[in-house]
């Protein structure tokens, strides 16, 4: 069986957090798993690590999980989540606990969301060295402030996420195509890896199959360079996590065909 040379990240919770369906998530080729703390019970993540662990044996592979931090986020109504105004740090005490207990499950990555500059990045790992654990940090690129001071984010990250859905709570949603090409470019040049994430699949959260703009946006993410795609609600929430998984690897794969061989860097 062919697989793709991209990564597939899936978000696990209620839908996909049985093992009968992480495993088969898994075999077909959900690479990465992401845990989301802006929900969930310690206890029920603590259980989705176990289980993923599990899995990842069974299936003689490596699954990298990413803690995704919720940082300083509220509520948006119809327009989802942003950042709270008036915000002095991308850290909340929340975050700090969240990553307290990550760090004791020894995740491999940790995702930090609303990152305004390096400064931030650093904040983050210092926090880290007193806790006793450095890990890789994976700097969400969702508000105008990180895509201005990209290059510096990008200098202190250890990889890059373009989280397009709050992105587009801050810049005109026209912008958001060509803002994922120059950060995409930007991850590549300093060989770091990119995420590329948000809505890619969001209509199989009710249906068995993808809407042909859906099929489009992944196409267009691995032709930039997208070192991953995530899904978020679509294998969190979604009614076919699985069949989710199977057909972004597809898109992916027709993709690939398209493609010469360009460095992949993988989480």
């Known amino acids: 069986m062919k697989i793709s040379r991209a990564q597939i990240v899936a978000t696990i919770g209620p839908a996909s957090g049985k093992p009968a369906v992480l495993r088969r998530m898994i075999a077909h080729q959900a690479d990465v798993i992401r845990l989301n703390f802006s929900h969930g019970s310690y206890e029920q993540h603590e259980r989705f690590i176990h289980m993923i662990r599990t899995e990842a044996r069974r299936a003689r592979r490596k ?4 803690q995704d931090l919720s ?29 307290e207990f990550g760090l004791f499950h020894d995740v491999e ?18 926090i880290m060295r007193q806790l006793g654990s450095v890990k890789p940090i994976i700097a969400k690129i969702e508000r105008k402030v990180a895509v201005d001071r990209l290059p510096e984010i990008m200098k202190a990250a250890d990889a890059i996420m373009i989280a397009r859905g709050d992105l587009a709570n801050e810049v005109p949603l026209g912008e958001i195509p060509f803002i994922e090409k120059s950060i995409i470019h930007a991850a590549k040049k300093a060989k770091k890896p990119v995420i590329t994430a948000t809505q890619m699949m969001l209509s199989m959260v009710n249906n068995p199959s993808p809407t042909r703009a859906e099929a489009t ?51």
């Open 217 to 267: 946006d992944v196409a267009y993410a691995i032709s930039l360079g997208s070192d991953a795609v995530m899904l978020s609600e679509e294998s969190a929430v979604g009614k076919y996590p699985v069949q989710t998984v199977i057909q972004m690897e597809k898109i992916i794969l027709a993709a690939e065909k398209h493609l010469g061989k360009s460095a992949i860097h993988r989480l």
């Open 63 to 66: 699954i990298p999980i990413i």
């Open 71 to 99: 940082g300083p986020r509220v509520k948006g109504g119809t327009s989802g989540h942003h950042v709270a105004k008036y915000v002095h740090s991308s850290i909340t005490e929340k975050d700090v606990r969240d990553l």
């Open 109 to 126: 990555y940790v995702a930090m969301s609303y990152v305004g500059s390096a400064a931030d990045i650093l904040h983050l790992r210092s």
